[in-house]
Structure formats: C-alpha cells, structure tokens
C-alpha cells in the first residue's frame, strides 16, 4: 500500500475530477453542437448525391470537397487556424469555451459523412413505398429515412464521440483544459507518470462506457 501511495504521490484528485469536468463538459458540448449541425449536413449530402430525390452534381460536389478538405485537416492545425474565429465568437481561444468551436468544426463533416453512409443503407424500397403515397420531402426524411437509419445514426454518434474525446486531449495542447492539458502539463512536461497514467485511465474508462452505452442503443433501435 505504501508503495502505491508513493507512486501516485503527485496526484491532485481535486485537479483531477475538475479536469474531468472540463473534458465532460467540452465533449457533451461539442457532440450537441456536432449532431446539430452534422445530421442535416449528412442528410443534405445523402439527397443531393447520384441518383437520389434531388440529384444536384455540382452541389454535392462542392459539399462533398468542403467536407473532405475539412476531414483531412490535421486538428491540431485546426486548433491553430481557428484561434481567431474562436476568439471572435466565445472572447478566448483557451479553457473549455475556446475549444468547444474547432471540436464542432472539426467533427461535423467526419460525423456528416457518417450520417450520409447511415443513409445509404436505407432500403431504397421503403423510401419508393413513401413517396408513392404522396409524402413530401419533409415527410419522408422525418418518417421513413431517419427512423430507418437511427442504428446506424446512433453508431455514428458513438463513434463521433469518441473522436472528440481524443480530440479534446490533442485540445490540451493549446491550454484548452480537461484531462489532456493535465497530462501534458504534468505528466509529459514535468514527468509525473503516476498523473499520466491516471489521465490515460480514466480517457480509457470514459470511451468504454460511450462505446457500451452507443453499442445498447444500436441494438435497441435495430430491428434486425
């Protein structure tokens, strides 16, 4: 016991939970602000794609760039980039208010194109069935689109958050706060590996359970 008191002699647990406030709070309020924006996005994209209800090439096209080009930027880059911007629109670039905006920019066309997978996979038989009924547009994308594609929706949540979490740790760079500041600070800059190790822990603790919880509400939601 003494031995394991010694190792973790550099643990602040006070410090601790209030960084795992901060990483809570800046994924819950990126994630609400990613699906917000990321759900139509991705059911833009699924509509104006190749042989869909509202076939427009040269709109897909343009989306479909602005979402690659922003899926293959770096975040940390991001994180750079968009100080300005976030300076602009929250008053600081640091703490949890001035990550919160790149996060949301940098998950929303990852989760966009999940959306638009989620889709795809639609039968495209029920989407038939609808529109032969008279539906409108809005009636089949709230009605026969959407509930079709919510297990593959709610698998693109999960999966999304998840990515923020690592992303909030990259956030910490930047003095964004949260459990990856902690660890960089502490344990990568004055080598305490016991606050390392219990950052890692808990980031690991906290994907297991989003993953667990995202697994059940697939299952719940399939009606496979």
Known sequence: MEVLMS???????????LATGDTMTMLFGSLFFTVLLGL?????????????????KGLYALLSLSVNILRSLPFIILLIVMIPFTVLITGTSLGVAGAIPPLVVGATPFFARLVETALREVDRGIIEATQSMG???????????????????FAAITVTAITLVS?????????????????IRFGYQRFQTD?????VVLLLILVQILQTVGDKLVVHFSRK
């Not at 992303?167 to 660890?183: E, R």
């Open 167 to 183: 992303y909030t740790a990259m956030a910490g760079v930047v003095g964004a706060g949260g459990l990856g500041d902690l660890a």
């Open 195 to 199: 606050v390392m190790v219990v950052t």
């Open 135 to 153: 539906a409108s547009t809005r009636q089949i994308i709230t009605h026969a689109l959407l509930p079709e594609a919510r297990p593959g929706i």
């Open 40 to 56: 139509p996005l991705g059911v833009l994209l699924f509509l104006c794609s190749p042989r869909q209800l509202f076939e427009q």
């Open 7 to 17: 190792f973790f002699a550099n643990i602040d647990w006070s410090e601790i939970w």
